[in-house]
């Protein structure tokens, strides 16, 4: 049974550039949220989709948007990227939104604006 | 809004020895708590969580924590480190249907 699947798994990208990553969540999960990881922070919560919807939003720019599938895959864009934008991307799914159902996470895409 | 506070960012200890790693929330209502362990370039995996009931949780890895209510607390042990145990962190709350919100990471390090 695979788990979450994020794509790319590294990408470097110059300023003011626009990037799409990539996230497939785990069989039988509908919610996928999306963390942003500086180095040596905790996971930032970006956004969460469910029922192809962004129901919540962490403190984030309008940069920063989204989009759920049909599927639950889902999608994170980032435009004008910025040197701070730099971070690991984390993926996360859960069968409904809420934590304590429980999120997988991905081993992440790690972004290097340049 | 939930948040999530972890008073140690680095905790080194010798091998063999207990260890506790400490994180306070705050809420005014009830939560649900977690902690996640995160080895170098890879994703998150849970440990355990306190949903409700016993206080006591055990999760993977011979880990557990105790949910404290009148503190705010739910501080994560193991009675006996090993050097595989050597990662960073993560306490993290989530309030009902609500996202999850981390703590900034407890990096463990247990040193032979």
């Known amino acids: 049974d695979a788990g979450v699947t994020q794509s790319p798994t590294h990408l470097i990208k110059t300023r003011g550039q626009q990037v799409t990553l990539r996230c497939s969540p785990k069989?039988?999960?509908?919610?996928v949220s999306w963390y942003q990881q500086a180095l040596g922070q905790g996971p930032q919560f970006i956004f969460q989709?469910?029922?192809?919807?962004?129901?919540q939003r962490g403190n984030f720019p309008d940069r920063f948007s989204g989009h759920q599938f049909p599927n639950y895959s889902s999608e994170l864009n980032v435009n004008a990227l910025l040197l701070g934008d730099s971070a690991l991307y984390l993926c996360?799914?859960?069968?409904?939104?809420?934590?304590?159902?429980?999120?997988?996470f991905g081993s992440g895409t790690r972004l290097t604006v340049v | 809004a939930q948040s999530v506070t972890q008073l140690d960012s680095q905790v080194p200890v010798f091998e063999e020895a207990p260890v506790e790693l400490r994180c306070n929330y705050s809420s005014s209502v009830s939560v649900y708590l977690f902690w996640y362990v995160q080895y170098p370039n890879q994703g998150l995996q849970l440990l355990l969580k306190y949903l409700s009931g016993s206080t006591l949780v055990k999760g993977i890895n011979g880990f557990e924590a105790e949910f404290n209510k009148s503190q705010t607390s739910f501080h994560l042990r193991k009675p006996s480190v090993h050097i595989s145990d050597t990662a960073e962190y993560f306490c993290?709350?989530?309030?009902?249907?609500?996202?999850?919100?981390f703590g900034a990471g407890t990096r463990l390090t247990v040193k032979p």
């Open positions: 069989s039988g999960h509908d919610t």
């Open positions: 993290a709350v989530s309030l009902n249907n609500n996202d999850m919100r």
């Open positions: 996360a799914s859960s069968l409904l939104p809420g934590g304590g159902y429980g999120y997988t």
């Open positions: 989709y469910y029922e192809e919807e962004e129901r």
